[in-house]
């Protein structure tokens, strides 16, 4: 079965006084069919673990595998672009592009025809909440929670295998967080997908398979 590992990662840096370890020793493995939270305190090294393991960064020591293979050593572009979608706490959404074209961009990159990457993106903006009236506006014309759900779409409709989401809730009220969790859930246990969420939602957290505590950057519990 196919599996993100984290081996020994150790992530540092230097700031103006000193060099701090934001992760320290951390290993885990997340494989496909499961949805897992991460919890800790701010700064406890969350965000810095999750963009690791969306190729965005690499570890200072240790390691980060898929499949087997290390990120270090793969295309990183590659890597994200085909295997890993990132759900971002400022959306990252593109303001020239409507909210359509905004969840269809990864299977546009991708060369998808633009009917059928269009008809995907829909399918999965309708699906977290969104209406058909809203397709053709741009993102600074919705709300915060709006844009997290067309950011949360278009992890969606790219399909990948890997879904990383960073408090994917925190714009949402509780009716709408309960309906993305759902579909998170679905998206790891129908359809097989991994699915990794950073939260301090503890309703969130309650509803992934296994649950990871982080502080002070190491892992100190798995439930």
């Known amino acids: 079965m196919k599996c993100l590992q984290a081996n020994d990662v150790v992530y540092a840096y230097q700031n103006k006084y000193q060099t701090v370890r934001a992760l320290n020793g951390v290993s885990a493995d997340f494989i496909l069919g499961k949805m897992y939270a991460i919890i800790g305190a701010s700064g406890s090294g969350k965000t810095t673990f999750l963009s690791l393991l969306a190729g965005l960064d690499v570890p200072s ?5 898929w499949n087997g293979e290390s990120t270090t050593r793969i295309d990183r572009d590659n890597y994200r672009l ?32 633009k009917r059928e990457a269009d008809i995907l993106a829909r399918e999965k903006l309708l699906s977290v909440g969104l209406k058909d009236e809203q397709f053709r506006r741009f993102p600074n014309m919705l709300s915060g929670g709006e844009q997290q759900r067309v950011a949360i779409a278009r992890a969606l ?67």
């Open 61 to 65: 020591a240790g390691s980060i595998t």
């Open 82 to 113: 085909e295997y890993v979608s990132v759900i971002y706490q400022n959306f990252n959404l593109f303001f020239h592009l409507t909210v359509l074209e905004n969840a269809a961009y990864p299977l546009y990159v991708r060369k998808m025809a």
């Open 157 to 223: 409709a790219a399909g990948s295998e890997i879904i990383l989401a960073d408090e994917p809730t925190g714009n949402l009220d509780s009716e709408n967080s309960r309906k993305i969790v759902e579909i998170l859930q679905q998206s790891a246990h129908a359809e097989g997908r991994c699915v990794i969420i950073v939260t301090h939602d503890p309703a969130v957290a309650q509803a992934a398979d296994v649950i990871l505590h982080m502080q002070d950057g190491k892992l100190i519990a798995e439930s």
